[in-house]
């Protein structure tokens, strides 16, 4: 199995970044695919970011602003954040996929392992 946590959270004004990593612990690090999801209150969890072959994918709503990056040799996964709205207020997980390369991975039905989640808040 594979743990995670998540890391970076906190409350900053519109406009400012944040960066949240994720440390991974367990199985081999790099036989995973990691992405990035988020969860408002009263809503679905939604796909923010995945790197997959060699290339970033991003939802629509971060495009531009948010970017993943990852680190093998720490077992880290991290997404920084910039020009952040209120509309970016969410819990963040990050998450692991054991399923085989073949597609973009968007869903969270597509990824085994969870963190906790790490709370973003941005005031207007």
């Known amino acids: 199995q594979v743990q995670l946590v998540e890391s970076g959270g906190g409350l900053v004004q519109a406009g400012d970044s944040l960066r949240l990593s994720c440390a991974a612990s367990g199985r081999t690090f790099s036989s995973y695919h990691m992405g990035w999801f988020r969860q408002a209150p009263g809503k679905e969890r939604e796909f923010v970011a995945t790197?997959?072959?060699?290339?970033?994918y991003y939802a629509d709503s971060v495009k531009g602003r948010f970017s993943i990056s990852r680190d093998n040799a720490k077992n880290t996964v991290n997404l920084q954040m910039n020009s952040l709205k209120p509309e970016d207020t969410a819990v963040y997980y990050c998450?692991?996929?054991?399923?085989?390369?073949?597609?973009?991975?968007?869903?969270?039905?597509?990824?085994?392992?969870w963190g906790q989640g790490t709370q973003v808040t941005v005031s207007s």
């Open positions: 790197s997959m072959w060699g290339n970033s």
């Open positions: 998450a692991a996929s054991s399923r085989p390369a073949g597609w973009v991975k968007r869903n969270p039905s597509d990824y085994d392992y």
